[in-house]
């Protein structure tokens, strides 16, 4: 099985956009599994901005859950540093990586797709999106590395 990593849209506004005009919905990231057949599975997940319950079932697609904000039914950082190597755990931590990330590392291991890599940091630096990525060799072997993305297109 693989996964993808994409938006949720949820019904919170960031406290920088409550005085716009235009609501803006805050969006946040969560790592979904795809089946064999190509198909999501479902999972639940909860908004890093305002703790809402949303059960995903489609890429980019949620159905909020209400009343069970207090649920403590959806897998943790703490619980997945339980399942990951010291080493891994330590940086994933140090670099404050959201909930996503943890998982999608958690399932490169747990499906042995060494060689993988995982975006865990990105600045904007004049025109150019500079990434730290992350590449998992093994379950306790690991690489980190810097790319220099040019987003400009010249015509």
């Known amino acids: 099985m693989s996964g993808v990593k994409h938006l949720i849209e949820c019904h919170c506004v960031l406290a920088i956009y409550k005085s716009s005009e235009k609501i803006i919905n805050h969006k946040f990231p969560v790592y979904t599994k795809i089946d064999n057949d190509g198909k999501v599975i479902t999972k639940l997940a909860k908004c890093n901005n305002c703790d809402t319950l949303h059960e995903v079932y489609d890429i980019c697609r949620s159905e909020i859950k209400f009343g069970k904000d207090q649920t403590s039914v959806t897998l943790t950082k703490e619980d997945i540093s339980y399942m990951l190597s010291d080493r891994i755990v330590d940086l994933l931590t140090k670099t404050d990586v959201d909930i996503s990330v943890w998982e999608h590392v958690l399932d490169i291991v747990e499906e042995s797709r060494w060689g993988e890599t995982i975006v865990i940091k990105r ?4 025109e150019r999106q500079q990434v730290k990525v992350l590449e998992v060799l093994s379950e306790d072997k690991f690489k980190i ?3 220099l993305i040019n987003d400009i297109i010249i015509l």
Request: without cysteine; glycine residues 14%; proline residues 0%.
């Open 145 to 147: 590395r810097n790319e």
């Open 123 to 126: 600045d904007i630096i004049g």
